[in-house]
């Protein structure tokens, strides 16, 4: 089935067979732009809400080649959904789907709202990764998906605008009426050392969400890591993730400890 469609966004990749964005096999559609800028952001060529030239890399038999490369390409909906719609055996038997991603999907909020309904009347399950950060009347765009990957990242607002450029008001404000009317939740939980990997720093989100718990599913926790750096140089945005420091064993295993003594399900995410 071919769709024509005239909503059209702007996005950056397209992943088909994920495993990691959602239940199942997946198609992830990374959408360009992000209203945060957290300091140890994996995707920064996302955060530009427009086209962007960057500087890409390619070695080969020890020689280094230079190249430019556009980031970001105008779909429409329909096009997106042709794509999604392609791996549909992959879904059923897996019980995947598409997951929209970014970036933040929620700047783009017709584009997603429709990409949505069109999943949806095909019986394509849909996921949306979000940051939360977007007004009340764009969150509702993802209010038909059938499942929200939540992330939530401080319950400390002033740490929070040091870290990402926003405080988490708006976030939490969302995430609290989302949990009211809106689909079910896995919270995802990114843990950087020297932000949020501390006992009290991991306890006081779980104390926030606690209250919310008959509607999360799971939580996971996303220990940092450092392969996006080369991106950095690659956009030539600077980084201001000041070290590499990655949390150990010991502070991953505390974080989920303090989820599932309040009987969350809680695992390690990538
Ligand atoms: S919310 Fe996600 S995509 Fe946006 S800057 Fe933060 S880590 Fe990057």
Not at 28 to 44: D, I, Q
Not at 200 to 215: H, N, Y
Request: include cysteine; aromatic fraction near 8%.
């Amino acid at each position: 089935m071919s769709h024509k469609s005239y909503v059209e966004g702007l996005v950056f990749d397209i992943r088909r067979y994920s495993v990691h964005d959602g239940p199942g096999i997946r198609t992830t559609v990374f959408f360009k732009g992000c209203p945060l800028e957290c300091a140890w952001c994996h995707n920064p060529e996302g955060i530009r809400p427009d086209m962007e030239i960057i500087n890409r890399r390619h070695i080969l038999n020890g020689k280094t080649y230079l190249y430019k490369e556009v980031v970001g390409n105008l779909k429409t909906s329909g096009e997106i959904f042709n794509i999604i719609e392609k791996d549909r055996i992959f879904y059923e038997e897996s019980e995947g789907g598409a997951t929209f991603s970014g970036g933040e999907p929620l700047m783009q909020p017709e584009f997603l709202r429709e990409l949505i309904g069109m999943c949806r009347k095909a019986g394509i399950h849909t996921a949306v990764d979000t940051s939360g950060h977007a007004s009340a009347r764009d969150f509702t765009a993802v209010l038909n998906s059938d499942l929200l990957l939540y992330d939530i990242k401080s319950a400390n607002p002033v740490k929070h605008k040091e870290w990402t450029g926003k405080g988490n008001e708006l976030i939490l404000k969302n995430l609290r009426s989302v949990a009211r009317e809106g689909p079910f939740l896995i919270i995802r939980i990114p843990l950087v050392p020297g932000f949020n990997s501390e006992e009290a720093e991991i306890t006081a989100i779980r104390d926030l969400l606690v209250p919310l718990k008959s509607r999360i599913i799971r939580i996971d926790i996303l220990p940092f890591h450092n392969l996006g750096v080369r991106k950095y140089i690659d956009t030539g945005r600077k980084r201001s993730m000041k070290t590499d420091v990655t949390p150990t064993g010991d502070e991953i295993d505390m974080a989920l400890q303090i989820f599932t003594d309040k009987g969350f399900e809680a695992k390690m995410g990538a």
